[in-house]
Structures are given as C-alpha cells and as structure tokens.
C-alpha cells in the first residue's frame, strides 16, 4: 500500500481515462500491483469490462464506460469514483487521440474537425481535472499525470500514424501550457501535476488505435517511422505505464509541472 504522508492507513484510488487498451490498462495494471483501487473509464465497454474483471481479483475495482468529450459523462464517472470509493488520489488522463479526424493541409480541417480534435485530447483533461481536484484539495493530497505527445513540439515529414496532425499537436501543447499553470496553482496544496509525453506506442495484438494505424502501413513505411528513433522501436504501453506510475508515488512528491518525454530520446 502507498503511503499519503502520515495517513499510512488510506488505500489510494486512481481514476484512468482511456484504460481499456494501450498505456491506460498497462497503467491500471501497474497500480493494481502496488495495491491501489481503481475506477477504470473508457469508451469501450466490452474491453473495459474485461480488463476491470481482470483487476478486481487484485484490488477494489470499478469502471464507468465515458464518452470524454461528453462534460455530463465525466462529471457522472468523477461522481461514481466518489460515490465507489470516497476519494481519488490519483488521476491519469490518458484517453485521447485523432477521434476519426483525418486530413494535412491547415484549410482541408473543419471547424468542427478542430473541435473534436480538441475537446478529445485538451478540453476533456480541464474537465476530468475541474472535477476530480476539489476531492484532492480537501484531501490535501492528489497526483494528476496529463498525457500530451512529442507531436507537441511539431513535426516534419509523413502523417504516419496521426491522422490529424496539426489539430492534434496543438491540443497537445494545450496540455503542456494546461499542466504547467496547474502545478503551480495547486503546488501549495499538496497536489502534482505532471505530463507525459509518449513517441509512438505500440500494445501489440489490441484495439488501441496507433497500434491499428502502424499496422496499416506498408512494411517499408513501418520501417521508415521507426528509423527516426534511436532506438529503432516504439515504446511498449508497459514503458510508458513504469513513468505514470513513478509520478504517482510518494518518489515523486517534489516533482510537479514537469513535462516528461518518454520518446528514446526521440525529441
């Protein structure tokens, strides 16, 4: 069990967006093994139910099928963790993504395009956070981890697995400006806030969506994208799970508004 300052007897709870599949289950596992009971959110509700069975032989465990971009549907699975559990310790908001957006050149996106690109990836980790930090900030305690991307920063050359490229980088370094005001707003309360940023991630054989996308590619296509990282590999979910994981521990209680690459030194 997790140690919140003297409160050593509290089991923690994380609520995970996007914990079906990909980073998100591989984080919700990691948790489940250091004893911490979740609230699993997602779209997929067959996946997420599965995977929820799976951990609930480990630790409290209960799920809430979430349309993100729905402010209703975030704020009712906030209040299912409270009502489930009394508290959240832990938020990590890794759901996101191109949500079907397609396109490259500034003038083929929609309005519309931009917004769900948008409302997908930033305005849904405002609203997970406006909701979940007042249950922190009466605990005087809390650990948000952000996901945002190396397509933060910009980058050249093919689509490759982002659909929605621009849209998608801009919400991104949303998250990074979003993540870094946070933290020193909330610094004095005894909650962290932090965000990752993932280089392309690969859960072999699942739903998740850049894994679908990489295998689409022509062979020589996946090796030209991999040839841009040292490495010569994509992440494993697991890797980028091992730094959420990090930043959820008592380890990490002096680090907040940190923008963590988790890339092979990719950027």
Same mark, same amino acid.
């Given at each position: 069990?997790?140690?919140?300052?003297?409160?050593?007897?509290?089991?923690?709870?994380?609520?995970?967006?996007?914990?079906?599949?990909?980073?998100?289950?591989?984080?919700?596992?990691?948790?489940?093994?250091?004893?911490?009971?979740?609230?699993?959110?997602?779209?997929?509700?067959?996946?997420?139910?599965?995977? /929820?069975?799976?951990?609930?032989?480990?630790?409290?465990?209960?799920?809430?099928?979430?349309?993100?971009?729905?402010?209703?549907?975030?704020?009712?699975?906030?209040?299912?963790?409270?009502?489930?559990?009394?508290?959240?310790?832990?938020?990590?908001?890794? #759901?996101?993504?191109?949500?079907?957006?397609?396109?490259?050149?500034?003038?083929? !996106?929609?309005?519309?395009?931009?917004?769900?690109?948008?409302?997908?990836?930033?305005?849904?980790?405002?609203?997970?956070?406006?909701?979940?930090?007042?249950?922190?900030?009466?605990?005087?305690?809390?650990?948000?981890?952000?996901?945002?991307?190396?397509?933060?920063?910009?980058?050249?050359?093919?689509?490759?697995?982002?659909?929605?490229?621009?849209?998608?980088? /801009? #919400?991104?370094?949303?998250?990074?400006?979003?993540?870094?005001?946070?933290?020193?707003?909330?610094?004095?309360?005894?909650?962290?806030?932090?965000?990752?940023?993932?280089?392309?991630?690969?859960?072999?054989?699942?739903?998740? #969506?850049?894994?679908?996308?990489?295998?689409?590619?022509?062979?020589?296509?996946?090796?030209?994208?991999?040839?841009?990282?040292?490495?010569?590999?994509?992440?494993?979910?697991?890797?980028?799970?091992?730094?959420?994981? !990090?930043?959820?521990?008592?380890?990490?209680?002096?680090?907040?508004?940190?923008?963590?690459?988790?890339?092979?030194?990719?950027?």
């Amino acid at each position: 069990m997790y140690e919140i300052g003297n409160m050593s007897a509290v089991q923690r709870v994380a609520l995970i967006t996007g914990s079906a599949s990909g980073i998100g289950a591989a984080c919700a596992r990691r948790l489940a093994a250091k004893n911490v009971n979740l609230l699993l959110v997602d779209r997929q509700g067959e996946a997420l139910q599965t995977i /929820a069975q799976e951990l609930s032989k480990t630790v409290r465990t209960s799920f809430f099928v979430c349309d993100i971009t729905d402010d209703k549907a975030v704020e009712g699975a906030v209040s299912s963790a409270k009502g489930e559990f009394g508290r959240i310790d832990i938020l990590a908001n890794i #759901a996101g993504g191109s949500v079907g957006v397609k396109g490259g050149r500034v003038e083929d !996106f929609s309005g519309e395009d931009w917004d769900r690109v948008m409302n997908a990836n930033l305005r849904s980790t405002f609203m997970f956070c406006k909701f979940v930090v007042p249950m922190m900030r009466e605990q005087k305690f809390g650990r948000i981890i952000n996901t945002s991307s190396t397509l933060a920063r910009g980058r050249t050359g093919s689509q490759d697995t982002s659909a929605a490229r621009l849209p998608y980088a /801009a #919400a991104k370094a949303g998250v990074l400006g979003f993540t870094s005001q946070l933290a020193k707003d909330l610094g004095s309360e005894g909650i962290t806030v932090n965000a990752i940023l993932p280089w392309l991630t690969i859960a072999p054989n699942s739903n998740q #969506a850049a894994y679908l996308a990489f295998m689409a590619m022509s062979a020589e296509a996946r090796e030209r994208q991999l040839s841009l990282s040292p490495f010569k590999r994509p992440a494993t979910a697991d890797e980028v799970a091992a730094a959420i994981e !990090f930043l959820a521990s008592d380890d990490a209680s002096y680090i907040s508004g940190v923008a963590l690459p988790i890339d092979g030194a990719f950027l």
